[in-house]
């Protein structure tokens, strides 16, 4: 059996979700700024913390976004192989729902041509990846990705022999590297293996999971709880100032690769870790 679903309800569904994930910071994300609260040695760290939870308390309370950087409209889908989409061009109406939210809640427009920094108007087109899945459902992630996170991610396409050591070494050296630009405190996306363009995805895809829930890989569990630490022990700290919160964690999303690559990508993700999600 064969269900149907209009694009323009996908359309609506976009719209509210680029406003409300630019409006109100999830919940996971608000207990991580609590649990790092509790734990912050440095007061200027707490302060910053503190002032982070205003702030997102203003942004929900007030319908304005948490920050002035309201991102890239990446939208990921998972449709179902027995959906059938009826009205129109799927990729057309979610351009029609980032276009309508980003104009209807006055958020910043960030998308512009490479060469001339044109604005495209509109923060179109959305960055859009489709899975098709088992089942006659459709989930919708809309994820407003920033660029000052963005631009501190990298990739890294090791030597296998690099090993497990050589990909921590990465990641922490990224962090380091990226210091105060991301506005940390961070989430960190960690893609280990498949291709080049796999491992990206992957370190994006990670991000969605939700602050404080385990890998349900017990090995990649340990792994993430390891660099974690050792993230936390650079001294970067809130915003930069200096504390143990440079990250409130680290997600990391494993595929095999090929024998003679070890691929290794880190998407960034500042405190204003934005993203929501529903299922029609
Ligand atoms: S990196 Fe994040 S918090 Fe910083 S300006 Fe960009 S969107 Fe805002």
């Known amino acids: 059996m064969i269900r149907e679903i209009d694009v323009k309800k996908i359309t609506e569904a976009v719209k509210v979700m680029c406003i409300e994930a630019n409006e109100k910071l999830g919940e996971d994300v608000l207990a991580g700024f609590q649990k790092a609260l509790s734990n912050e040695v440095s007061p200027v760290g707490k302060e910053i913390l503190e002032q982070l939870i ?30 059938h989409l009826t009205g129109g061009d799927l990729k057309e109406a979610i351009n029609l729902g980032v276009r309508q939210g980003y104009g209807d809640g006055f958020l910043r427009k960030s998308s512009c041509h490479p060469f001339t920094r044109t604005n495209t108007g509109d923060n179109t087109p959305a960055v859009i990846y489709i899975d098709v899945v088992p089942g006659d459902r459709l989930k919708i992630w809309v994820v407003p990705k920033g660029g000052g996170s963005e631009n501190m991610s990298r990739i890294f396409m090791l030597p296998p022999s690099a090993g497990l050591a050589g990909i921590k070494e990465k990641i922490v050296e990224t962090v380091k590297e990226a210091g105060p630009n991301p506005c940390p405190p961070t989430i960190i996306g960690v893609g280990i293996g498949g291709t080049f363009e796999q491992a990206a995805l992957q370190a994006k895809k990670a991000l969605l999971r939700p602050i404080g829930t385990p890998n349900p890989d017990p090995e990649l569990d340990q792994i993430e709880i390891e660099i974690l630490g050792l993230i936390n022990n650079l001294g970067i700290g809130p915003q930069g100032l200096g504390g143990r ?17 070890l691929p290794v990508a880190v998407n960034v993700q500042c405190h204003a870790s934005r993203h929501k999600e529903v299922t029609l």
Do not use: Y
């Open 245 to 261: 919160t440079t990250s409130l964690a680290v997600h990391v999303r494993l595929l095999p690769c090929h024998i003679a690559s």
């Open 54 to 83: 205003e702030n997102a308390g203003i942004a929900r309370e007030e319908h304005i976004p948490i920050c002035q950087d309201t991102g890239l409209a990446v939208i990921f889908l998972e449709i179902g192989q027995d959906l």
